[in-house]
């Protein structure tokens, strides 16, 4: 059958009712045509970035609404605990890589559909390789390469004189579960809030203080965490690292635990949550999967379409106990880091005081920046000078004692712009220092 026959055939007639005619939900600007499907089918290429919970999902959904260039990347291979949930894989496919295995699955099940796979990281791919897509969407459980493909997609935004041309805009549709709770977002890169906008609800991990668990553990995780941190390496029962998967290490464990937990008169150790806590896990749901796997995909379809009006713009989903779904507008952060073009400013209290250390925990630490391992690079009397990059070993060694050195000591002045590199950002990000202490002085000098 030729593709223009296949496109009129019965299997897509749920698509055609929606396209070619209008309905009381269509978006007010829709003109229905037959022309839609064809785009749809014949035109529109798709990434779905991760093939695990919400990818196996989303490849489903989306190869059964009927699109048909659909490209997928993950850098993962398949594991055994995958199988209950990621349903495009088998025992068989254990060991191999989870793009290619469920590319092939749906290309041998949806016909005509044609998933093309890359065993890849992200971060192997540039901006010309982005470009090629109308729509990207993401089902990914890390936020750093949420926050990377989100910069990435504000790097390639055109501006004529401040005006953004539109034509540059690819949208980013972004899932994320957790448990029973998840979320689903319609980003228009440059238009309305972008990851960055709103990194505030991605809370850092949490992390116990090792004085909290040494000493006044008060919730079951202090304990497993407890036993994690210092049994385990003290006593190291088998002589081997803490392997999470290993079920003797997690008895041993659970023991462990128990009995710390008995010392402190503290209940609610439980095997599973000694799993969870060991290997930093909140259980995958597959329903909340599919759930938001489904709303993406819908996300998708309505855009590539413009047949209904798209979320505004985050979702946010719960069936912890019943079901709840709200929906709000996320606003656009004025001075976003990725997104506002505006330098961030960097306040420090006082320069003679303050180590480059400290500025790195701030970019680490504070919920407006929460990067990973900033690299610091700055002008000085017109010289270029790198205060400490992390990622190289040899540069890391070369200026590891700048650490310690006070940011005077380093030469850095008052509203100096330092260049920020991270793994969060394909980008580097320009911060501007700013030292209280001027502001002390100016004050002395105006009374
Ligand atoms: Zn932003």
Redesign the pocket.
């Known amino acids: 059958m030729s593709e223009k026959l296949e496109t009129l055939s019965n299997r897509w007639n749920n698509l055609r009712k929606i396209l070619e005619r209008p309905g009381p939900f269509s978006h007010p600007d829709f003109e229905p045509s037959l022309e839609i499907i064809n785009f749809l089918m014949n035109t529109c290429k798709i990434l779905v970035i991760g093939a695990g919970g919400l990818g196996c999902e989303l490849l489903k959904d989306l190869a059964l609404m009927g699109f048909r260039d659909i490209h997928v990347i993950d850098m993962d291979t398949i594991e055994i605990s995958n199988l209950n949930r990621q349903f495009l894989f088998r025992h068989k496919d254990i060991g191999f890589p989870k793009a290619e295995v469920a590319a092939k699955f749906v290309n041998s099940r949806v016909k005509g559909c044609q998933v093309t796979a890359y065993f890849k990281k992200i971060q192997d791919f540039d901006a010309n390789f982005y470009r090629q897509f109308h729509i990207i969407v993401c089902g990914l459980d890390s936020i750093v390469a949420r926050r990377w493909i989100?910069g990435m997609l504000?790097s390639m935004l055109n501006y004529n004189d401040d005006v953004l041309d539109q034509s540059s805009i690819i949208p980013l549709i972004d899932g994320g579960t957790e448990g029973f709770k998840g979320n689903a977002r319609v980003i228009l890169p440059g238009m309305t809030?972008?990851?960055?906008?709103?990194l505030d609800l991605y809370p850092p991990q949490v992390t116990y203080p090792l004085c909290t668990i040494a000493n006044t553990p008060r919730l079951p995780e202090h304990c497993i965490e407890y036993v994690k941190v210092v049994q385990w390496p003290k006593e190291n029962p088998w002589g081997t690292a803490l392997d999470g998967d290993d079920p003797h290490h997690i008895n041993w464990v659970h023991e462990k635990s128990l009995e710390r937990a008995q010392q402190f008169n503290i209940t609610g150790v439980t095997y599973r949550l000694v799993q969870g806590v060991v290997k930093n896990i909140i259980p995958a749901v597959a329903s909340t999967n599919a759930v938001i796997a489904a709303i993406c995909a819908t996300e998708v379809f309505k855009l590539a379409t413009s047949c209904y009006v798209p979320l505004n713009n985050f979702l946010v989903f719960n069936d912890v106990d019943g079901i709840y779904t709200y929906t709000y507008e996320s606003e656009?952060?004025e001075n976003?880091?990725?997104?506002?073009q505006i330098p961030q400013t960097v306040v420090i209290k006082d320069p003679e005081e303050a180590k480059l250390k400290d500025l790195i925990q701030i970019l680490q630490e504070d919920s407006r920046y929460q990067m990973r391992s900033p690299g610091l690079i700055t002008t000085i009397d017109g010289k270029n000078r790198t205060l400490y990059i992390s990622s190289i070993k040899s540069i890391e060694e070369r200026t590891r004692e700048n650490l310690n050195k006070t940011l005077s000591e380093l030469g850095l002045k008052e509203g100096c712009e330092v260049a920020v590199s991270d793994i969060t950002s394909p980008n580097t990000v320009i911060i501007r220092l700013h030292f209280q202490t001027t502001d002390v002085e100016m004050k002395k000098l105006i009374n």
């Open positions: 989100n504000i809030a972008c990851v960055e906008c709103t656009k952060k976003c880091l990725a997104c506002s």
